[in-house]
């Protein structure tokens, strides 16, 4: 199970904005669980906000662009890149103008600032979507593509195609989220010196330097043009094409490629929940990103019930039997509601049950259209949670389990004679005290039946 983090103290970051040009002041504050990560424009009257989710997506040219009413923040990839690196979940980021600061044209001084404070763990679990299928997605942008496969971890693979023999074909790739401060985020934003004088006419760059932005020299300019560009860049060599870049030394030998990789991550993080795939980018850009991220959204809407499912094999031998499973929960016939326990961990457990005509609620609920009574199926998951609980003490036999709460039950559809019950409970926080507190789903027919959040303590016997 993976939990929601924030920050542990505010972070101060200082910096210009690349296309603005503008100085601005964000500063990371630590924000509540389930919240996000949120803008606060604190410049503007009312200091409106806007979440950092791919819906609030306005525009992708050269960066990514959210705005909600009078709330508009720009460039905000490579910050996002790097939270979603660090596992941030909930974090509120007063700015006082519209464009995040570029700093060296990286991620790397966003993680180096935020590690100086460290993160905080905090009580709610963390949503990750693990993708259950291959996905092709074209949006149908010249070659532009992404090929998504199932997997239990994330690794992601770019390819570029440059018509240049500066850049030219470039593949790079992350094989494990841990590596990402490493391999990937020092990579640098960059252009050609072929657009450059196009983006200073455009008033694209207004803050654009040789310190944050690498220029790959693929063409030699005229005269007129390096005049002009000389009051932008403060370099001479505009003529020579001994050099590769003009800032002089890559960072990596693939840093175009490298960087394309950290923008796509900082758009991938727009979707608001981890993902667990591997994925592969053909001619990645903000707009291919962004829309790939909607797509994703609308595809776990569709698809919710199913990727909550827990993925079991039943050909495997249970963790529990009934016979273990009656050693430690006092329940008996009619009222022992789990047959075996499919997986125990520290923090889950998954039980099921074989639901017959003969069962004894059956008879009466109801005699010409048997249903299991939803308060069956909550002392159902109870009794599941229960070994849970009751696993964490050496000698379960001389404890009881006492409900407390039950909050947000949902009945999604029927249970039925004939149906295979699966039971999923997941602790939403550590137990102290003998205080258990779980998120629990009933799945039938590969979709939820029931869900609730249970509470219950457990009690040595005779106290």
């Not at 009078?70 to 890149?81: F, G, P």
Request: proline share 4%; hydrophobic share 40%; aromatic share 8%.
């Amino acid at each position: 199970m993976e939990y929601q983090h924030t920050i542990k103290a505010t972070v101060e970051i200082l910096g210009i904005g690349i296309h603005s040009g503008e100085k601005v002041k964000l500063r990371l504050l630590p924000a509540n669980e389930r919240t996000g990560i949120r803008f606060k424009r604190v410049d503007l009257p009312d200091m409106p906000e806007v979440k950092a989710v791919v819906a609030n997506v306005v525009n992708t040219d050269r960066s990514t662009t959210i705005q909600k009413g009078a709330a508009k923040v720009q460039t905000i990839e490579h910050l996002m890149a790097a939270l979603y690196f660090l596992g941030l979940d909930n974090l509120l980021i007063e700015i006082d103008n519209v464009e995040v600061p570029i700093l060296d044209g990286s991620a790397i001084e966003f993680i180096d600032k935020i590690q100086e404070v460290g993160l905080l763990k905090q009580q709610e679990e963390r949503t990750v979507i693990y993708l259950d299928e291959n996905i092709n997605f074209n949006t149908g942008n010249g070659n532009s593509e992404i090929e998504v496969t199932p997997s239990d971890d994330f690794r992601v693979s770019v390819n570029i195609a440059y018509n240049n023999e500066v850049i030219n074909n470039q593949y790079a790739e992350l094989k494990t989220l841990e590596n990402f401060k490493s391999e990937i985020a020092s990579a640098r934003t960059f252009c050609c010196l072929s657009e450059l004088d196009m983006l200073v006419q455009h008033d694209l760059i207004k803050g654009g330097s040789l310190n944050n932005a690498l220029v790959f020299k693929d063409v030699v300019l005229p005269d007129e043009k390096i005049d002009r560009l000389k009051k932008y860049f403060d370099i001479e060599a505009f003529d020579s094409m001994q050099r590769s870049v003009l800032n002089g030394e890559l960072r990596f030998k693939n840093e175009a490629a490298r960087h394309k990789l950290l923008d796509f991550i900082g758009d991938l993080a727009l979707v608001g929940n981890r993902v667990k795939a591997r994925i592969h980018v053909n001619c990645p850009g903000h707009s291919v990103n962004t829309s790939f991220a909607k797509f994703l959204v609308e595809y776990i809407k569709k698809k919710k019930n199913q990727l909550l499912i827990p993925k079991l094999n039943f050909n495997e031998p249970p963790v529990l039997d009934i016979h273990q499973i009656e050693k430690m929960l006092p329940h008996r016939y009619p009222f022992l509601l789990v047959d075996r326990i499919l997986k125990l961990t520290d923090d889950e457990v998954i039980g099921m049950k074989n639901l017959t005509y003969n069962e004894a609620f059956f008879q009466g609920h109801f005699p010409d259209n048997a249903i299991m009574p939803g308060v069956l199926q909550i002392e159902a998951m109870a009794q599941t949670g229960g070994i849970l609980a009751l696993s964490t003490v050496e000698d379960p036999e001389n404890y009881w389990t006492y409900f407390l709460r039950i909050e947000q039950a949902r009945f999604r559809q029927p249970v039925k004679p004939g149906d295979t019950a699966i039971f999923q409970l997941k602790l939403l926080k550590p137990i102290r005290r003998g205080i258990v507190e779980m998120k629990a789903y009933t799945f039938v027919n590969n979709q939820i039946a029931t869900e609730a959040i249970l509470m219950a303590q457990i009690v040595k016997k005779g106290k």
